[in-house]
Structures are given as structure tokens and as C-alpha cells.
């Protein structure tokens, strides 16, 4: 039984679906997630029982199929899954920004066509925001979606980056720049739209006008199919303008963040629990100078650094979570979750990495994996730099002086 991330005030209803969870992660994820890493394998055996266990619906409404559940709920959950293997995380992660945006911004007939699929696994979810210049600043991107006055669908142009899911994913929530019925001048935040935007999975060209080429080959996050996505002259309807009004689009798109924030700071809280398991193990049976390295003070003292961070990055995730249920405004409270429990994630890790000696450096040992998985963190959902803007700018204008 373990100590740490405890979650105080839940029912009986998610005490049964986390320990549901945590039992499929000790059982079906943790004994082959290294090996899968090391082979940059797609986990379609580890998918297909989140299918089952019905997982890609945690989040959708029971009208749609789903389980109705809390991003609390979700939020740990991810936790859980993200301590077996963050990239199965990631999988599921973007499928739900996806259904998360439909549920509160599509229309009915697009939340009634797609919800009740997405809630099975039958239609997985992918988001697109970034561009190949563009890093964190979404109001420069550069990808078009102009009306076709004819036909009245939308022809989109452009290239888009590191997209979780892209090959694997049939519904992909693409933000373009739209520019009619906005003046010049306009900001360009408010000339914005998302588009759903329906394909076969697969690399190459998946439907006329849309190219998913291979997945991008990364340090760590393998597994997951990342990849670019290239619009040339692809044409969507009207009707999958999310929401059913063009300029629309950063709001809607900076919502689904504000939950995949909360995302990224579940996936750390996961990834330090485990380093942290790891260490606190490794530390007890390893011997040096006749007892184990546990009874001596440094060691110690690192797994106390590490247990009172895996508490603290806990807490304000959870905390993040609540605010985000009970209708509240949560970007400061995702902002600081997502940044602390990143940073502290890697820092865990880090010093599980040295408990290890040189064995963490050996490719048999899980930390090893862990290490190159953690740095995503930093950079996923918006950078550190990014977080600590957002909650400078959030805590100027709750302090602001009066006067």
C-alpha cells in the first residue's frame, strides 16, 4: 500500500475505477512498457484494453455512451497510466481535448455524430495547433482555411507539427487562420477556427488534399505516433466548423489546453511516482559499505526530497482539477500545476537516475527509460517559460493595485 498521491473526498464510484486502473497498469502495462519504448512500438494490445475498460469515454457524457466522469476523475486516471508508460497517456490524452471540445463548444448534430464513437474508441481524436515556426505562439500560425464560395466548403492550406496521434487518429481539431467576415486589423486571436477534420489512419496521403507523413523519431515519447500534418487544398464541409461559427477557434482551442495542462501535470505526477518507486526500491537492496545505500544519510535525503515532491506536485494537480469541475477559471491554478509538476518530475526522475549509480545508464533498468521520457514534460502543452508568463500575467491582474 502505498503513502504518497493520496486523493482525499473521492467516491466510492472512483475509488473503484482508479484501483481498476492502477491494476490493469501494474498487470498489462508495467511488465512490457520498456521493451515496447525501446522498439518505438504502437501499444495496440495496451489500447485495445483501455477499449475495453472503457477509458476513451471516461470524460463523454452517459447521453453519448461514456461514463459521465470528472476531469478530477480523468486527471488521476492518467496518473495511474502515465506511471506504467507515458505515451499511452498521450494516446488518450489528445482523443479527450478532442471529445472535451465537442462537449462544450460542437453543435448538436457534431457532438451527436461523434461522441458516441469517440466514447467506444471507434473514432480516436487527435489536436493541431502547432506549426513548424511556430512553437507557443498560436496567434502567428499561418495555415488558411478559405471559403469556396461554389461548393460552401472550406479549402485549407498549410503545415502543422507535432501532432500526438497523427497517424493513428481519424478525427483530428485543426486550427486555421479564417479572415472573411473579420475587418482588417481584426486581432488576430479573434480570426481563428477549428476545423474537424475526418481521415483513414494511416502515413501517406490519407484522404485528397491531406498528408501525414511518417512518425518523427524522438529521444524519448515513443510508442506514440507523432507527426506533421500537410493540408494542400483539402476540403471540409461547413457543418465541421466546430461550433458552427468561424472565429471561434482560439477560444475553443485554449480551453481544450487548459484540460490538457491539467494532462500534463497528472503524466508528471505518474512519472515521478514511479521514478520515486523505483529509487526508494533500488535503494534498499542495494549494498555499499557493508548495509544498504538507503541507511546512508544521502540517500536519505534524496528520497525525502523526492517523496515531499511527489506529494506537492500531486496536490496542485488535484487541486487544478477541482477548479476546472466546479465551472471556475483554472489557468492559473493548470498553469502552476503543469509547471511545478513538470519540473519536479524531472528532478525526481533525476535523482532516482543517480540512486541507480551506472546502472540507471544501462537499458535493462526502467530509470533509463524514464529519463529521456521526462524532458517532454517541459516542453508539451506549452514550455515551462510559457506557464510562468501565464501565471506572472494571472497573478498581476488578481493583485492588481488599486487606484
Not at 486527471?75 to 465537442?102: D, K, P, Q
Not at 555499499?288 to 545505500?293: Q, S
Not at 483554472?330 to 532516482?352: F, H, I, Q, R, W
Amino acid at each position: 500500500m502505498r503513502r504518497l498521491a493520496q486523493t482525499d473526498g473521492l467516491t466510492d464510484i472512483q475509488r473503484e475505477i482508479l484501483a481498476t486502473v492502477r491494476e490493469f497498469v501494474d498487470k498489462e502495462i508495467i511488465p512490457v512498457a520498456t521493451e515496447l519504448e525501446h522498439r518505438d512500438e504502437y501499444p495496440t494490445r495496451i489500447v485495445e484494453g483501455l477499449k475495453e475498460l472503457g477509458l476513451f469515454g471516461l470524460m463523454i457524457p452517459e447521453e453519448y455512451g461514456g461514463l459521465g466522469e470528472s476531469l478530477l476523475t480523468y486527471a488521476l486516471c492518467v496518473e495511474e497510466i502515465a506511471r506504467g508508460w507515458m505515451s499511452v497517456s498521450g494516446i488518450i490524452n489528445t482523443h479527450f481535448i478532442v471529445a472535451y471540445m465537442l462537449k462544450q463548444h460542437g453543435t448538436q448534430e457534431q457532438r451527436e455524430h461523434f461522441l458516441p464513437r469517440m466514447a467506444t474508441g471507434e473514432v480516436r481524436g487527435a489536436f493541431s495547433m502547432s506549426e513548424p515556426g511556430l512553437g507557443s505562439d498560436v496567434s502567428a500560425i499561418t495555415s488558411k482555411g478559405v471559403l469556396d464560395g461554389d461548393s460552401g466548403d472550406y479549402v485549407l492550406n498549410g503545415q502543422k507539427m507535432w501532432l500526438t496521434n497523427g497517424g493513428s487518429s481519424t478525427l483530428v481539431a485543426v486550427l486555421c487562420r479564417t479572415d472573411e467576415g473579420h475587418p482588417a486589423g481584426t486581432a488576430p486571436h479573434k480570426s481563428m477556427t477549428t476545423f474537424l477534420v475526418e481521415k483513414e489512419p494511416g502515413f501517406g496521403q490519407v484522404k485528397p488534399g491531406l498528408t501525414i507523413p511518417g512518425k518523427i523519431d524522438k529521444m524519448g515519447y515513443k510508442g506514440v505516433d507523432t507527426t506533421e500534418l500537410i493540408m494542400d487544398g483539402l476540403r471540409v464541409p461547413a457543418n465541421r466548423v466546430l461550433g458552427g461559427t468561424t472565429g471561434r477557434g482560439f477560444y475553443q482551442m485554449m480551453d481544450g489546453v487548459e484540460v490538457g495542462r491539467v494532462n500534463v501535470a497528472a503524466r508528471g505526477c505518474g512519472v515521478a511516482q514511479r521514478a520515486f518507486e523505483l529509487g526508494v526500491s533500488y535503494a534498499q537492496q542495494r549494498q555499499t559499505f557493508g548495509k544498504p545505500i538507503a541507511q546512508h544519510q544521502a540517500i536519505q535525503f534524496k528520497l525525502a526530497e523526492m517523496g515531499t515532491k511527489v506529494e506537492a506536485a500531486h496536490a496542485m494537480m488535484v487541486n487544478a482539477a477541482r477548479k476546472k469541475d466546479s465551472g471556475q477559471r483554472n489557468d492559473l491554478e493548470a498553469g502552476m500545476a503543469k509547471y511545478l509538476a513538470s519540473e519536479y518530475c524531472k528532478e525526481v526522475v533525476e535523482d532516482a537516475f543517480r540512486i541507480h549509480g551506472g546502472y540507471g545508464f544501462s537499458k535493462e533498468y526502467e530509470i533509463e527509460r524514464l529519463y529521456r521520457e521526462a524532458p517532454m514534460l517541459l516542453i508539451g502543452e506549452g514550455t515551462a517559460e510559457i506557464q510562468k508568463m501565464i501565471i506572472g500575467r494571472r497573478l498581476l491582474e488578481e493583485y492588481r493595485l488599486q487606484g
